[in-house]
Structures are given as structure tokens and as C-alpha cells.
């Protein structure tokens, strides 16, 4: 495949780069192949909205916590590679933290706000705002490494003129049945991906460490191709599929002021590849995209989110 929009590609690297330097505190950690982290969730996920939901009307209890709890559990059991755990308690201080590594991480999520207003024109129209704000912390230290506030906003058009909302109690049966529980569901997603997606989470990260060879005599491979496959050290026990789009990279430094931080190291992406074939501890992955002025070469590192999709949208 040839490189097209040479200039805008580099633009859009540069800008990337940028983040990149800026993430945060936390910036992203990698994998290797075959490890496994510890994920903590701080139970229960504490609900500071002032909307009560009972279970019934025989059980005047709050279960929103507790179903948000639930439901990011779930979510966390479902990630390869993870080893998904509660930590039931609210104080940093007394969390134990024997017997886990650096690497791991302690997700502590709140809901700040359910709100809606109502518009009453021929029916309704609600408009609501759901806020979460979502810490992460090291789990063999403690430690905050960073946090961030996440909002999730949209609206409805009803043919009656009541909402759930508007009725007290607020029972459970009901409630989930509404448009405000699939976007509580939706901000969690955001607040789990804060670890395991994007360039501030986990990324399984390996290497290209051979040139794919034609054998004499194959038709599976064209000339044309034979140049554009490489194999990698990840496979499927690191979660790769066939289809999965890679990010290439190639690590620089740069000499700072700052005395604290003498040197700083990044991955500038350097291309993309497919994954065309795939084995349990390796794969071979074909280049979609890639500069001339620095093309991808042996020795380069891919990767990818520990979750999320796979498709090179997001780099």
C-alpha cells in the first residue's frame, strides 16, 4: 500500500506527539508479553448524586451503588490479562498493598451528578448530565497517579409527560428501564478505559523481530506483499486477533530544563500494521501504513489497548 498524505499524516503524528508528552501524570504502562497486572475496583462506588434508587418498596435501600459496582466488575472480569479484585474501602492510607507490583493499579470511581431537566411541548424532551470522577492509584504503593472528571450528556423525546425522576421513591425495576442507566453504564465504560485503553492505560507492547519469508513454491503470499509482512512477538495469549490493527513505534529522548526530569523518553508512531495471521506466542502483521522518511524497520515495537477496539482509529 502506498503512503498518501505524507504531510497531513506527519501533522496528525506531531499533534499526537504533543499528547503524548502532555498526558499526565500518569502516561501509559506497558505489558510485555505474557504478563498479567492486578486491577483493583474500590467498592462500593460511592453515590454522591442525591438520586436514591430502592430496590423496592419493601427495601428502602440506595442499589445504585451497588449496582454500579456490579456492573464495572463485570466489565473488569471480562479483560484479558487482568486479575480483577475488590477493594472495599474509601481510605487510601489502610489499603493493602503487600504482594502487589508497580504495575498494578486501583480504580476508585464516584458519581457525582444525575441531572435532567424537562421540556413539556407535545410530550416531553429530558435532557440529562451524568458526572463521574474517576481516581487511579498505583497498587503496591497507594499512591494517587492521576484523576480525571468524566461527563456524559444527551437527551430524550417522551410521549408522556412524566419521568421517572420526577416520582419518589425511585424504584430499581423501573429505573433501568430508563435512558439514565445506559449512561451511567456508558461514563463507567469511560472511567474503566482510563486504565485499560488509550495512551493514559495499559498497553500490550511487543516487537518486530523477524522478516516474513515467501517459502518457494506458495501461493498464500504475493510478491507484492512479501515485503509488507513481518512477524511479531505477540500473540494470542496477549489477546492479538487476526484483523487487529497495530501501532508502530520507535522510542527518542529529549534533553529537558527541568532538573527533576533531566530526560524524557516517547514512542513516536511511526505506522500502522494488520495483523494477517496469528499463533499463541506469535503472529505475522502486515504494514497498512508508514512514512518514507522513517519506515517501519526490525527492532520497532507495536502496540495496542489492553481493551477497546482495535481498528487504528484512535492513533
Excluded at 454500579?68 to 484479558?80: A, G, L, Q, T, W
Excluded at 435532557?127 to 494517587?144: E, K
Excluded at 430524550?156 to 421517572?164: A, E, N, S
Aim: hydrophobic letters at 40%; aromatic letters at 12%.
Amino acid at each position: 500500500m502506498k503512503f498518501k498524505c505524507r504531510s497531513a499524516f506527519w501533522i496528525f503524528l506531531s499533534a499526537l506527539f504533543f499528547v503524548l508528552s502532555h498526558a499526565g501524570q500518569a502516561g501509559a504502562v506497558y505489558i510485555e508479553p505474557g504478563d498479567r497486572f492486578n486491577l483493583r475496583l474500590v467498592t462500593p462506588i460511592e453515590n454522591n448524586s442525591g438520586v436514591s434508587v430502592w430496590s423496592s418498596k419493601y427495601y428502602p435501600d440506595d442499589v445504585l451503588s451497588e449496582k454500579m459496582s456490579d456492573y464495572v466488575f463485570r466489565k473488569m472480569k471480562e479483560i484479558h490479562r487482568v486479575d480483577a479484585t475488590r477493594l472495599v474501602s474509601d481510605n487510601p492510607p489502610f489499603w493493602p498493598v503487600e504482594g502487589f507490583s508497580a504495575k498494578d493499579m486501583i480504580l476508585k470511581v464516584s458519581l457525582e451528578e444525575l441531572y435532567y431537566k424537562k421540556k413539556d411541548t407535545l410530550g416531553s424532551k429530558v435532557y440529562w448530565d451524568i458526572v463521574l470522577h474517576t481516581y487511579v492509584y498505583g497498587g503496591a504503593t497507594g499512591d494517587l497517579l492521576f484523576d480525571s472528571v468524566i461527563s456524559e450528556s444527551d437527551n430524550r423525546q417522551y410521549v408522556l409527560y412524566t419521568d421517572v425522576l420526577d416520582t419518589a421513591p425511585i424504584y430499581w425495576e423501573k429505573f433501568e428501564k430508563t435512558p439514565y442507566w445506559p449512561a451511567i453504564r456508558k461514563a463507567l465504560d469511560r472511567a474503566l478505559a482510563e486504565v485499560v485503553d488509550g495512551y493514559n492505560g495499559y498497553r500490550v507492547v511487543g516487537q518486530i523481530v523477524a522478516k516474513a519469508e515467501r517459502v518457494d513454491g506458495s501461493f498464500t503470499v504475493s510478491k507484492g506483499r512479501e515485503d509488507k509482512l513481518y512477524h511479531i512477538n505477540l500473540g494470542l495469549r496477549d489477546s492479538v486477533k487476526a484483523g487487529d490493527v497495530l501501532a508502530v513505534t520507535r522510542s527518542s529522548s529529549v534533553r529537558t530544563i527541568a532538573p527533576e526530569t533531566p530526560e524524557m523518553h516517547f514512542p513516536q508512531i511511526v505506522g500502522r500494521m494488520c495483523v494477517v495471521f496469528v499463533k499463541d506466542n506469535d503472529a505475522v502483521a502486515e504494514i497498512v501504513k508508514e512514512s518514507r522518511e522513517a519506515p517501519i524497520q526490525l527492532g520497532d515495537s507495536v502496540s495496542m489497548p489492553l481493551a477497546g477496539r482495535r481498528d487504528g482509529r484512535d492513533f
